[in-house]
């Protein structure tokens, strides 16, 4: 089944903590209907000129096209970093009942499963 509504974004962050905090918010404010946090990213990246390593954390948040800017502009608002990443991917594909979840999870008033 093809799927042209759900999105996966990727934020990184500085520790989980960090991005768990904001995937609470995303999730109460049904910006997303699941925040995984992976620990121990390690990020390899040039800023300011120079190139650095760092440990990271890394947010996988689930969503919906019509979410996107939203969670992107709360994601603005609570992150620590000057320029956090934001990268949002299209889901092609999925099982049917996970993205239903997904929709529902985001909507007003939506699913709790």
């Not at 934001?86 to 529902?104: C, D, K, M, N, T």
């Amino acid at each position: 089944m093809l799927e042209r509504g759900v999105r996966v974004v990727l934020v990184t962050g500085p520790e989980s903590a960090t991005l768990e905090s904001i995937g609470r918010v995303l999730v109460e404010e049904r910006l997303a209907a699941c925040v995984n946090v992976i620990p121990g990213v390690t990020s390899v990246y040039r800023w300011e000129g120079e190139i650095r390593t760092d440990s990271e954390a890394l947010a996988v948040i689930k969503t919906t096209e019509d979410r996107v800017q939203a969670a992107r502009l709360r994601v603005a608002e609570l992150h620590p970093y000057e320029v956090p990443e934001f990268v949002a991917l299209e889901v092609i594909e999925g099982s049917p009942a996970y993205l239903q979840w997904v929709r529902e999870s985001v909507a007003t008033g939506g699913g709790d499963g």
